[in-house]
Each structure stands twice: as structure tokens, then as C-alpha cells.
């Protein structure tokens, strides 16, 4: 039985007891410096992309003196390219600058690919007819000086047809010397099945994730595909981006006449891809974008305000301009344009940054390479434009891809858009048909 006797008060044992509850208090709710300041919030992150992400990796990129490569349907400068093996009246359209005065004449040839961008290996007699090899001749001189270009204007298919559908290479060759200067990518579809796409946002609420876009399809097929499950693929694009076309992994074959299909949700597209924009329509300083036009020079001279990431000073809504809105007028000049990056510490890199956009058709180059300037502590780079608005983005260069997300700005919202383009390996053929292409767009937000 305990004793009811209270213990005699003790003034020294109390302030002992007190001191140790005291300290133990800091050592829970104390912190340091760094720990009290606000943390930067992760960067959304992906992993690396293979450095042929944005375009296939059999293109031929093109010298310093061609510039401005444009392909598209029609008329239509934003429109893929992609032809319709049935209609007549459906073609090509194939732009480009030259830099200097004289005109000159190009060789085109033409090539079928695989899916995944191997050559096929049968008969060009099988994929063309009343075709070997045409000439590109002709120019539209500018009225401008330093430097002066030729501008050249090709429409395709003339004078020859297609005959199988499928991926395609155009290849443009020097005619005196029969030097390969560069290639491009375009589609010849038939128009066969019945397909949709449907495109699910992804929201995750891990730490550095961002908004994904995951694609699901549903094809119909004709009635002569045999052995679906081993003949029929299926691949999703991004922004016309070729290159980065990711094929469907998960079949669905429980319905007799169809397939439905999707991508993993660990290989979605980022659902806020994101570009910086590019006016230089009026070549004058506008407080906004362009600090300094330096007409002096050849080429004339354009210096914009710096970029930082995390920042972007157009950050609503707007229109895209990833495959370059060019001024087509013989007035229209080149110019230089410097920009300039600055970098938190936390995402200084050893690794090189490159600038891409349609005036580099997104391949990385070592002319668009930026480079540490010690004076400012930012990368400064520069990119030879005609005279236009484009899309560009900052990137970095790794050992096993490229980071494109890294040095990003901040945008609130966007326009993707994607294609869903549904091949048939032909048995007959050994070579990939494409049966059929659908196009979808889902704003970001």
C-alpha cells in the first residue's frame, strides 16, 4: 500500500526538470536556416528522350545555307503531311530557302518505311509508277541584301503516283553533285477501317509529376486483314512530332471485327507540353520581347530579352506556332537572333543546351548550341530566322537522351495535338501499309 505522505518541495530538482523539457522542445520544433527558407518547388520532371525524340533519325538535316524547310498538305502550312493514296486532288507541299543569288536545281527521291522508320526492302516499281527520279528548278528571288536567298516551291505527287501506302522519306539532292542536303518525313494513307481516338487526362499527385495525356483507340479493321493480332500496329503522335511516336502496347481483341488499344500510363505524353514564343514579324525593338535591332550587321541583328525559367510573360492561352507562321514575301529578311537564359542554381548543368523550333525543323544542332557568358552568369545562343513567329524550347543534352522538360517556362494552358496512325503489315508486301490516320486535339489545362 502506498504512502499518502506528501514529498517536501525541492526548487533545485524543479529547475533541472524544466531546462531538460526546454531543450527538448528546440531539438523537435527548432530548424535551420535553409530548412526556414521556402522550398523551390520540384520541376516537373520526365525521364530522357532519345536525342532523334523530336524527328525520325534517318533524316538528313540541312546545311547552314538551306533554310526555312517546310512540308505540309495542300495549301494549308499547319496541316501534316499526309496524302490520301485515293484522291486526285490531295498533295504535297514543299518549301525551302536557299541563302546567296544564284539560282540552282535539286534531285527528289523518294522511299517507303517501315512503321518504325527502317527502309523497306522491295521494288521502288511496287510503291511508285510513272516516277524514277524529278528535278526541283526554278526560284523566286528576294528583293533583300545580307543575305539574299532563293526561295523554291514544290508540289508533289506530279507526273507520278503512289501505289502502297506507308511511311515516306523525301530526300532533296544537290543536282550538280548529287550530294544528299536533307529529307523530311510525310504519309500516304488509304483511308481504310473506321478509327477513334479518345485522349484521357492524367492527374497524379506524386511530387514532381505533371498532367499527362494518355491516348486510347478503337480500329475497325477491313475485312482482308488477316491475323490482326500479329499484322495490325498502332502509333500515337504528339504535336508532329514523328520521331517521338509511341506504338500501342495493350490489345484488346475480345470483339471480333476490331482492336481497341492503348499506351501505358508510365508512357502517357506530358499533357502541358510546353514552347516559348518567337515574333520577330516587325524587326524593331518593342519594349516586350526585342531589346536591339542591329541592321548594320550580316546578318542584321536582333537581341531579345532574356528568358528564365519558371517565367513566362505570355502565360495564357494562345496560338501555336510550332511549325513556323514565315513571311512569305521577297521582302522578307533574315536576321540573327541572340537569346539569353538565365538559370537558378539548382538547375545549372555541365551539360549542353540547345534552342529547337521549326527554324532548326526541332533536330539539335551544334549552331544553336548556347554557351556560358561569365559577364551575365546566363547561356547565350543564337539562331539564323526568316522573318516570323515560331515556337521554340530550350533543351538539354544528355548521355541517353534529352531532358526537354528541364528548362521549361510556365504556361497555364495549350493546345495538343495528336495522330493516330493504324499500319498493316502487308504479307504480300512485307512492308507496312497505313490503313488509316486520325487526328484529335485536347486543350492542356
Same mark, same amino acid.
Given at each position: ?8 518541495? &525541492? ?9 531538460? @523539457? ?41 546545311? =547552314?545555307?538551306? *533554310? ?33 543569288? !544564284? ?26 509508277? %510513272? @516516277?524514277?527520279?524529278? +528535278? ?24 507520278? &503516283? ?8 523525301? +530526300? ?37 509529376? !505533371? ?17 490482326? /493480332?500479329?499484322?495490325? *500496329? ?20 475480345? +470483339? ?9 500510363? +508510365? ?9 516559348? /514564343? ?8 518593342? %519594349? ?62 555541365? &551539360? ?7 527554324? &532548326?525543323?526541332? *533536330? ?12 551575365? %552568369? ?14 521554340? *524550347? ?8 534529352? =531532358? ?38 485536347? !486543350?492542356?489545362?
Amino acid at each position: 500500500m502506498f504512502s499518502q505522505e506528501k514529498l517536501p518541495f &525541492n526548487p533545485a530538482l524543479f529547475l533541472v526538470f524544466w531546462l531538460i @523539457f526546454l531543450a527538448g522542445c528546440y531539438t523537435i520544433f527548432s530548424v535551420s536556416d535553409d530548412e526556414d527558407r521556402e522550398p523551390r518547388t520540384p520541376r516537373p520532371r520526365a525521364e530522357p528522350t532519345a536525342l532523334h525524340e523530336f524527328q525520325p533519325a534517318v533524316l538528313q538535316a540541312p546545311p =547552314d545555307e538551306i *533554310k526555312s524547310l517546310q512540308i505540309y498538305h495542300g495549301e494549308d502550312r499547319t496541316a501534316a503531311p499526309i496524302l490520301d493514296l485515293d484522291d486526285p486532288d490531295s498533295f504535297l507541299t514543299l518549301r525551302f530557302d536557299k541563302l546567296g543569288t !544564284r539560282s540552282r536545281m535539286f534531285r527528289v527521291r523518294i522511299s517507303h518505311y517501315s512503321a518504325d522508320w527502317e527502309k523497306s526492302n522491295i521494288p521502288r516499281s511496287f510503291y511508285l509508277s %510513272g @516516277f524514277q527520279q524529278t +528535278e526541283i528548278s526554278g526560284s523566286t528571288a528576294s528583293n533583300v541584301q545580307n543575305p539574299a536567298y532563293q526561295h523554291y516551291h514544290y508540289t508533289f505527287p506530279d507526273g507520278f &503516283n503512289f501505289e502502297l501506302s506507308g511511311n515516306y522519306l523525301l +530526300e532533296v539532292y544537290s543536282y550538280e553533285d548529287d550530294r544528299l542536303l536533307f529529307s523530311l518525313p510525310f504519309f500516304v494513307t488509304e483511308d481504310q477501317g473506321s478509327l477513334a481516338t479518345q485522349i484521357e487526362p492524367l492527374y497524379t499527385g506524386a511530387a514532381g509529376h !505533371r498532367l499527362t495525356h494518355q491516348p486510347f483507340a478503337t480500329f475497325r479493321y477491313p475485312e482482308f486483314v488477316r491475323s490482326p /493480332e500479329t499484322n495490325i *500496329k498502332i502509333y500515337f503522335t504528339q504535336n508532329q512530332f514523328w520521331g517521338r511516336s509511341r506504338k500501342a502496347t495493350v490489345p484488346d481483341f475480345t +470483339e471480333v471485327d476490331r482492336i481497341r488499344t492503348y499506351i501505358p500510363r +508510365e508512357h502517357s505524353f506530358p499533357g502541358q507540353y510546353e514552347f516559348r /514564343e518567337l515574333d520577330v514579324r516587325i524587326l524593331q525593338p518593342d %519594349g516586350r520581347r526585342i531589346i536591339e535591332y542591329r541592321p548594320e550587321l550580316i546578318p542584321p541583328r536582333i537581341y531579345l530579352f532574356r528568358d528564365i525559367v519558371d517565367l513566362n510573360v505570355q502565360p495564357y492561352a494562345r496560338t501555336s506556332h510550332r511549325y513556323g507562321q514565315i513571311l512569305s514575301d521577297r521582302n522578307a529578311r533574315y536576321v540573327e537572333v541572340k537569346f539569353e537564359l538565365e538559370l537558378p542554381e539548382d538547375l545549372q548543368t555541365e &551539360n549542353p543546351i540547345y534552342i529547337i523550333g521549326p527554324f &532548326n525543323n526541332w *533536330k539539335l544542332q551544334e549552331s544553336n548550341r548556347m554557351h556560358f557568358d561569365s559577364e551575365t %552568369g546566363n547561356y547565350q545562343g543564337t539562331a539564323v530566322v526568316k522573318q516570323g513567329v515560331y515556337d521554340y *524550347k530550350y533543351v538539354v543534352k544528355q548521355r541517353d537522351g534529352v =531532358d526537354e522538360f528541364r528548362l521549361d517556362a510556365t504556361f497555364f494552358d495549350g493546345i495538343q495535338e495528336y495522330h493516330t496512325k493504324t499500319y498493316y503489315h502487308d504479307p504480300q508486301y512485307r512492308a507496312d501499309r497505313l490503313l488509316k490516320i486520325d487526328r484529335k486535339t485536347i !486543350r492542356s489545362r
